[in-house]
């Protein structure tokens, strides 16, 4: 049996002090991150992007699960097809980017504009100097 | 976004941020009594698993996700398999009896697209079964029906605290068994060697 190089840093007490909440983010954000002429109401992700952008960052990503998730519940598939070909990935942040393909990742194969979406973050990321592959494991 | 589990190593949930200043701990208790609590040492360590760069907001965000859809706690404790057992809204799906504390963390991880562990093969260990029984006795006290669909699951496989502990301090995922319980049972010895 190998180990492969396990890290046997196992903390204790409070991790409120331990500031584990991920890594800074390293793009700026951008007043609009959908195309204007799409018929659907989708404020909310602007309004995530607002947040994120406040940082409040875990506000950012309720509000993008907490839509979607209904959007699903409804079966509005076409609406988050929709939704997928229509945001600007360059001007949302990865955690945001990530949270859609996150949420949606169970109705992955009802949604036939999810993996072009997947495929332009993707692109996103390598662009940004991240490894895609890695960030994006299990989510396609 | 942590995996945490209590002195004695027999009992596992999750730390994650609520918002941008606050922890809570995350952990399914006992038969339908999912909680979310101000940490209160029932936790004794806590590990940070190695996960992908951006995905631990994600995790921390299915939960409060979870949190928010399952009401009062509803969450049934069962020796289903993990994989597969939650929907997009953290609810059990249709035909999952219910999780264990373990199997839940690795079920929550596994939603959103993140395996901890190769969940197959898992080894039985010598005392899974007849822990499974008195499970299924305790939760027959209140809930007999239960009860009686439990025993129908015995045997099964079990994914224990410590492992999946053990599966969270590995250096990558998805661990297999053996680097889970090599790594759960040293970081047991490492724990106890605070007290």
Redesign the interface.
């Known amino acids: 049996?190998?180990?492969?190089?396990?890290?046997?840093?196992?903390?204790?007490g409070?991790?409120?002090s331990g500031g584990?909440?991920?890594?800074q983010q390293t793009r700026q954000e951008s007043p609009s991150t959908l195309e204007e002429d799409v018929s659907y109401d989708f404020s909310w992700l602007q309004h995530a992007a607002e947040l994120y952008g406040g940082?409040?960052?875990?506000?950012a990503?309720?509000v993008?699960?907490?839509r979607v998730?209904r959007l699903?519940?409804a079966a509005e598939y076409k609406q988050l097809d929709v939704l997928f070909s229509n945001i600007f990935v360059e001007n949302l942040p990865?955690?945001l980017l990530?949270?859609l393909l996150?949420?949606t990742?169970?109705?992955a194969g009802k949604l036939v504009g999810r993996l072009a979406f997947y495929d332009q973050v993707w692109y996103s990321l390598e662009q940004a100097g991240?490894?895609a592959d890695?960030?994006?494991?299990?989510?396609e | 976004?942590?995996v945490?589990i209590n002195q004695a190593f027999y009992h596992l949930g999750l730390?994650h941020?609520?918002?941008?200043?606050?922890?809570c701990q995350f952990h399914l208790a006992w038969h339908q009594d999912l909680k979310r609590e101000e940490?209160n040492g029932e936790f004794?360590?806590?590990?940070?698993p190695?996960l992908?760069?951006?995905?631990?907001?994600?995790v921390?965000?299915?939960c409060?996700?979870v949190f928010?859809?399952i009401k009062k706690g509803q969450m049934a404790y069962a020796f289903s398999s993990p994989v597969g057992a939650l929907?997009?809204?953290g609810a059990l799906k249709e035909g999952v009896l219910g999780l264990t504390c373990a199997s839940f963390v690795l079920a929550v991880f596994e939603?959103?697209?993140?395996?901890l562990v190769e969940y197959l093969p898992w080894e039985k260990g010598p005392k899974d079964e007849a822990w499974q029984h008195w499970i299924t006795k305790e939760i027959g006290k209140d809930d007999a029906g239960h009860a009686q669909r439990l025993a129908e699951q015995i045997p099964a496989l079990r994914y224990q605290p410590y492992q999946v502990f053990g599966a969270s301090?590995?250096?990558?995922i998805p661990?297999d068994f053996?680097?889970a319980e090599?790594?759960g049972v040293?970081?047991r010895e490492?724990?106890n060697s605070?007290s």
């Open positions: 049996m190998a180990l492969t190089a396990p890290r046997l840093d196992v903390l204790i409070d991790p409120s584990h909440f991920g890594r940082g409040q960052k875990a506000a990503l309720d993008v699960y907490d998730d699903l519940s990865p955690e990530l949270a996150t949420v990742l169970p109705a991240e490894s890695e960030i994006l494991h299990g989510l | 976004m942590a945490c730390y941020a609520i918002d941008e200043q606050t922890i940490i004794r360590a806590w590990s940070v190695p992908p760069r951006f995905r631990a907001p994600q921390a965000a299915f409060r996700l928010n859809r929907s997009k809204s939603a959103v697209g993140v395996d301090l590995a250096g990558s661990v053996e680097e090599a790594l040293r970081a490492i724990v605070w």
